[in-house]
């Protein structure tokens, strides 16, 4: 059974910079797309970005173009999310998935891990 597995979140202030790591367990046959998401207080879930199995296919929101990267590193089953420039609209629960496809909606993502916590002060 797949699972996934988010780290990294905190507090931080305006303008710092974050790393999330998402790590995933499942079939040595599994290769997922992944994404990461975010949820705020009071707000729908919003995806922030997504990338292919082999890495070739990224997307990523134009709420943090050119301040967040996606990678993987297939070897450690593990994706990152680079958060740089964070503003305090950034704070949400951010979730990492995985599905067939690198998609920008949540309900082609099958798999969730539970969240982790990033807040940006002012």
């Known amino acids: 059974q797949a699972h996934l597995v988010e780290s990294g979140g905190g507090l931080v202030q305006a303008g710092d910079s974050l790393r999330l790591s998402c790590t995933a367990s499942?079939?040595?046959?599994?290769?997922?797309?992944m994404g990461w998401f975010r949820q705020a207080p009071g707000r729908e879930r919003e995806f922030v970005a997504t990338?292919?199995?082999?890495?070739?296919?990224?997307s990523v929101a134009d709420s943090v173009k050119g301040r967040f990267t996606i990678s993987r590193d297939n070897s450690q089953k593990t994706i990152y999310l680079q958060m740089n420039s964070l503003k305090p609209e950034d704070t949400a629960v951010y979730y990492c998935a995985a599905g067939p496809v690198p998609v920008l909606v949540g309900h082609r993502y099958n798999t969730w891990g539970q969240g982790t916590q990033v807040t940006v002060s002012s």
């Open positions: 499942g079939p040595t046959s599994w290769k997922p797309a």
């Open positions: 990338i292919s199995w082999g890495g070739g296919t990224q």
